[in-house]
């Protein structure tokens, strides 16, 4: 079993930036992929970036390319989500999520808010 704890939310004006972190314990991450989701109220959860257990492949989606970042330390087992020029539509709660032989593992989330 993997336990995925999110932190680094908060609330930012628009325009600003915040670093979200995944810290994984009980198990290594390193040979895994590791995703970020997030879901705002009332809407499902959505896709946002991805990050290949080398580091060598990232992913975003459209709504996020170029202003967030997926970066990951395996010696820390901790990936990150940079944010910079926060929108208020970014407002959501954000999950990291890491996918073991067709089992979803998931955080409790971190609530990151952005005002107008």
């Known amino acids: 079993q993997v336990q995925l704890v999110e932190s680094g939310g908060g609330l930012v004006q628009a325009g600003g930036s915040l670093r979200l972190s995944c810290a994984a314990s009980?198990?290594?991450?390193?040979?895994?992929?590791m995703k970020w989701f997030r879901q705002a109220p009332g809407k499902e959860r959505e896709f946002v970036a991805g990050?290949?257990?080398?580091?060598?492949?990232?992913s975003y989606a459209d709504s996020v390319k170029g202003r967030f970042t997926a970066s990951r330390d395996n010696a820390k087992n901790t990936v990150y989500l940079q944010m910079t020029s926060l929108k208020p539509e970014d407002t959501a709660v954000y999950y990291c999520n890491m996918n073991s032989r067709g089992l979803n593992y998931w955080g409790q989330g971190t609530q990151v808010t952005v005002s107008s």
């Open positions: 990050i290949s257990w080398d580091r060598s492949t990232t």
């Open positions: 009980g198990r290594t991450i390193s040979n895994y992929a």
